[in-house]
C-alpha cells in the first residue's frame, strides 16, 4: 500500500494549510489513519489519528484545538486542516494507516504503510 501525503508549504505565523492523503488501494477499509511529524534532528512526532469507519479522533495536546482531522468517504481522501499554525509545526508531515486499539494510537510502531510526506514550514 502507498501513502500519499500532500499540501503542505509555507506559511506565515497564524496561517492555515490542509493536507491530504491517499491510498493506492483507494481505501482506507478498517484502517487507523495517523499523521505524525518530523522535525530536523528529532523523533517523530504523533500529530493526530481517527479511525476511517468512524469514532473520536485522538490528538497531540500540541495540536489540540488547532488541527482537526477529517474524511471524505467520496473521494476517499483523508485530510489534516491545520489552523493557527506555529513556527514549531514545522516538520515533514506523514501520514501512515495502521490498525489496534485507539490506546496505541500515538505509537509509530502501531502503523506499518507509511507515505513519503510533505513538508510544512511555518516562518514566524
Known amino acids: 500500500v502507498q501513502l500519499q501525503a500532500c499540501g503542505g508549504g509555507l506559511v506565515q505565523d497564524g496561517g492555515s494549510l490542509r493536507l491530504s492523503c491517499t491510498s493506492s488501494?483507494?481505501?482506507?477499509?478498517?484502517?487507523?489513519i495517523g499523521w505524525f511529524r518530523q522535525a530536523p534532528g528529532k523523533e517523530r512526532e504523533f500529530v493526530a489519528a481517527d479511525r476511517w469507519s468512524g469514532g473520536t479522533a485522538v490528538y497531540a495536546d500540541s495540536v489540540k484545538g488547532r488541527f482537526t482531522i477529517s474524511k471524505d468517504r467520496i473521494k476517499r481522501t483523508v485530510y489534516l486542516q491545520m489552523n493557527r499554525l506555529k513556527p514549531e509545526d514545522t516538520a515533514v508531515y506523514y501520514c501512515?494507516?495502521?490498525?489496534?486499539?485507539?490506546?496505541?494510537?500515538?505509537?509509530?510502531?502501531?502503523?506499518?504503510?507509511w507515505g513519503q510526506g510533505t513538508q510544512v514550514t511555518v516562518s514566524s
Open positions: 501512515t494507516t495502521g490498525r489496534g486499539p485507539t490506546s496505541t494510537w500515538s505509537q509509530p510502531r502501531s502503523y506499518y504503510n
Open positions: 488501494e483507494g481505501t482506507f477499509n478498517n484502517y487507523v
